[in-house]
């Protein structure tokens, strides 16, 4: 059975920049589809970014030029980088992969989650 554990999660002030960590264990980071996704209070979980097997990233409208998903294979580690941070980006940050395809498929349901990561923006 695959799992995903997350981390990086924190307190930062709005401008400011966190790195979120995904370490998975058995499989290769680099064969599947992986994808952060987030949920804030009283808010549909929403898609930030995903990676496909071929290295293709597709972002949130919401987060483009700020956020950068990425991985390490060797480390069998997503990384989610995010930069000038605004008060709404705060949520649960969730790392999620869909262990039966390569190249992610917008709208389609992951397979996989993680334990999630919380992420608050102060003023």
């Known amino acids: 059975q695959v799992q995903l554990v997350e981390s990086g999660g924190g307190s930062v002030q709005a401008g400011g920049s966190l790195r979120l960590s995904c370490t998975v264990s058995?499989?290769?980071?680099?064969?599947?589809?992986m994808g952060w996704f987030r949920e804030a209070p009283g808010k549909e979980i929403e898609t930030v970014a995903t990676?496909?097997?071929?290295?293709?990233?597709s972002y949130a409208e919401s987060v483009k030029g700020r956020f950068t998903i990425s991985r390490d294979n060797a480390k069998k580690t997503l990384y989610l980088q995010m930069t000038n941070l605004k008060l709404e980006d705060a949520a649960t940050y969730y790392c999620?992969?869909?262990?039966?395809?390569?190249?992610?498929?917008?709208?389609?349901?992951?397979?996989?989650w993680g334990k999630g990561t919380l992420v608050t923006i102060s003023s």
């Open positions: 999620a992969a869909d262990l039966l395809i390569s190249r992610c498929i917008p709208g389609r349901p992951m397979d996989t």
């Open positions: 058995r499989h290769s980071v680099g064969t599947y589809c």
């Open positions: 990676i496909s097997s071929d290295s293709t990233t």
